[in-house]
């Protein structure tokens, strides 16, 4: 079973758990033994089964176990056994006795509460998954003690006219309440005090506090081959000490003192002021405002745009030149800037308000200058209010082609958008139809710019995904019937030759995107359709008419796609920084105020402590995924190696990716090179989730922002 079935199992059960305890109270206050005895015993068997589910858990993790393990399942079984024991036996005599008064002592406090109470201390698990979640810590442990230990003593209170001790009892509740609550809002507090400028060097004691609740490794969890990195890692951190770092555990590096160097301002990382040899220069101008836009089908839609248009201009480059882009904000009163995504520009031209540059004010601009050095398929996007921003319009396409490289065939790009409610390819509400000629090798380059995945199938040809995220692939082989699932942010390049018979592209098995039409003066070429070896993933005809057909083809799984070649560094190798990114839900610390957010590591932003790195450093990010939603996580100014999913290794081409989607249970582990120094976000890119808390910073070293270091996402 995958760790998502078994987090969705783990629930259903604590919910069974709860609610027959809690019946079997409430039956057996309404004195009928009979049925309280049979749901208390289908709570033992419920409670019996959410220990199993916990220790099925553990073997993909201890991030996925971890409050259940310390908190929720000692206190459902210690709370089953009493229940069991003090209530059982008299149940039973009841549900056996003749008389009306046999019947009638299972109403009384003896049975009702310790039943009852049971039922609290079942609840009390899902009410922590969901409102705490990873970490498990003290505090919020010692509140939601008192909260059920409170229950119960007010279930006695209002049953019974005397509780032995009841004095003792409630004052242990509320001291432990009170002891709960300022082991939680202390730390907060103090962060909550750290100013945002600050966040970036002065998080030590934030840092310090992540650092004691980050995880300890794999404690339960030795035996999946996902926990077993883990479970290695942790001894292995004071790996980088020859250099002076009290390190010790995963966060330690936050702990450095990276501020103690002198500062160089992330305002000194710019682009050159000359291309490459043989390179030109690339000027565009966007000026960002609002406006009026006519989709394909003459639909109007509001919008924030570049230049008027959605997307904006398309800024081409071939590698080796200086693109120089000119930004000016019309009337987006929210600020602009622009983000290269995907593109290890330098960290002052990469666009983030707040932390490199200030967001461009209306009547503003800044000029950004970097050197094209990564070919391939990327994408542009302001990163002021960016959740609502690039919903809105303010994005585009960046495609830099190699140096030398002819333009034969057909190049389309295609950014896949959702535009008030309709899926849009560029400003096309209705299918792109495009005559070509067969023979004519076709490039589609697709782009997700919404917050979420969106599948793509491409019928009438056998084709080869080339390229993803920019980066081309190792010994792509050849596609047929599979569906392309695109994380947001992501971008797959697609090409194939021009068939006789037209190819049609698909969004969401609903969404017609492109329709190719073969027309009559082909070249003749032999098209791929029938190359031999065609990694067909499922038996249906390929059809280009037949959406029904291509909602039914398998996902590609692109850790087995291709071939594998040579990278400069691998799982095997020597780490000199390692982070672990646990991604989940609860109530965390937002900016100001406690919100529902999206945490990582129990922490919102801007709470979640910058990881800080040395240039040159060799680092490998852990990112995990303990709740119920898709995280794309991005990494800005690096380009990552994914070592493993799940434990598991590619073993096709090696994947270069900028943005990876995390799915619910899923454990990825990449790697990168810090080769890129700056201040860089770190987030998930269904922008909504770093809106409400789901992203932090990663720092160089000795490099300082002289903005206020808070950033609106
Ligand atoms: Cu495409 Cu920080 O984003
Ligand atoms: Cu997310």
């Not at 000359?274 to 390179?279: D, R």
């Amino acid at each position: 079973m995958t760790t998502d079935r078994l987090m969705a199992l783990d629930l259903l059960v604590s919910v069974l758990a709860a609610a027959a305890w809690a019946g079997a109270g409430a039956a057996a206050a309404a004195r009928r033994p009979r049925t309280a005895a049979a749901l208390m015993a289908g709570a033992m068997v419920a409670s019996l089964a959410r220990a199993g589910s916990v220790l099925a858990l553990a073997g993909a993790g201890w991030w996925f176990v971890q409050e259940k393990v310390t908190v929720a399942l000692p206190l459902l079984l210690t709370a089953s056994v009493v229940a069991a024991v003090t209530a059982g036996p008299r149940l039973l005599a009841a549900s056996h006795a003749a008389s009306a008064a046999g019947r009638d002592a299972v109403g009384s406090p003896a049975v009702v509460v310790p039943l009852l109470g049971a039922g609290y201390a079942a609840a009390a698990g899902p009410v922590q998954t969901f409102l705490l979640g990873y970490p498990a810590e003290p505090g919020s442990a010692l509140i939601l003690l008192a909260v059920v230990a409170g229950a119960v003593l007010v279930t006695w209170r209002a049953m019974a006219p005397r509780v032995p001790l009841l004095r003792a009892a409630t004052a242990a509740t509320v001291a432990a309440a009170l002891a709960g609550g300022v082991l939680t809002f202390l730390p907060a507090t103090t962060a909550g005090a750290t100013t945002p400028g600050a966040a970036l060097g002065a998080t030590t004691s934030e840092a310090a506090t992540a650092e004691a609740a980050s995880p300890g490794g794999g404690v339960l969890g030795d035996g999946a081959p996902a926990a077993a990195a883990p479970a290695a890692d942790a001894p292995a951190e004071g790996g980088h000490d020859m250099r002076g770092h009290a390190a010790s555990a995963q966060m330690s590096a936050q702990t450095s003192t990276q501020m103690s160097a002198p500062g160089r301002p992330v305002t000194d990382f710019r682009g050159p002021a000359e291309p490459a040899p043989g390179g030109t220069v690339r000027r565009f101008t966007l000026t960002a405002r609002t406006a009026t836009v006519t989709l394909s089908s003459g639909r109007k839609v509001a919008a924030w745009t570049f230049d008027g248009q959605v997307p904006g201009p398309p800024i081409t480059a071939t590698q080796g030149d200086l693109v120089e882009v000119r930004l000016r904000n019309a009337d987006i009163t929210e600020g602009v800037t622009l983000h290269w995504h995907g593109y290890d520009v330098p960290s002052g031209e990469d666009g983030v308000p707040g932390l490199t540059q200030e967001a461009v004010p209306p009547g503003g601009e800044f000029v950004y200058r970097f050197l094209a050095a990564q070919t391939g398929t990327y994408w542009y996007h302001t990163h002021e209010v960016s959740d609502i921003g690039v919903r809105m319009g303010l994005y585009g396409m960046f495609v830099v082609a190699p140096k030398g490289s002819a333009t034969t065939g057909v190049d389309l790009t295609l950014p896949v958008h959702t535009f008030a409610g309709t899926t849009v390819a560029g400003d096309h509400d209705q299918p792109i139809l495009q005559g070509v000629a067969p023979g004519t090798p076709v490039r589609l380059r697709l782009v997700n710019t919404d917050n979420t995945p969106h599948r793509f199938t491409l019928a009438g040809t056998v084709y080869r995904l080339v390229a993803v995220d920019g980066a081309d692939l190792s010994g792509p082989g050849p596609l047929s019937r599979a569906g392309l699932r695109l994380p947001a942010g992501g971008r797959y390049d697609l090409a194939f030759t021009m068939p006789s018979g037209p190819v049609v592209l698909r969004a969401d098995d609903r969404t017609e995107v492109v329709r190719l039409t073969a027309t009559a003066n082909g070249t003749g070429h032999a098209s791929e359709t029938d190359a031999p070896g065609t990694q067909h993933t499922s038996d249906n005809a390929t059809d280009a008419g037949d959406a029904a057909a291509a909602a039914g083809w398998p996902e590609l799984d692109l850790t087995r796609y291709g071939t594998p070649a040579p990278t400069p560094y691998t799982s095997r190798s020597r780490f000199d920084r390692r982070f672990t990114l646990v991604l989940d839900r609860g109530l965390a610390l937002g900016d100001g105020l406690p919100i529902y957010a999206h945490t990582i590591n129990g922490r919102a932003y801007p709470h979640v402590p910058t990881q800080v790195v040395r240039e040159g450093d060799l680092v490998r990010l852990t990112v995990v995924n303990r709740g119920r939603d898709t995280h794309p996580w991005h990494l800005h100014g690096h380009r990552v190696l994914v070592l493993a999913r799940d434990g598991r290794a590619p073993t096709g081409s090696p994947l270069w990716l900028d943005t990876f989607d995390v799915r619910p249970g899923e454990v990825w582990e990449v790697a990168f090179r810090a080769g890129n120094p700056g201040l860089w976000m770190n987030h998930c890119h269904n922008l909504s989730h770093a809106d409400l808390g789901m992203m932090l910073h990663l720092a160089y070293e000795g490099v300082t922002t002289p903005f206020h270091g808070g950033h609106g996402g």
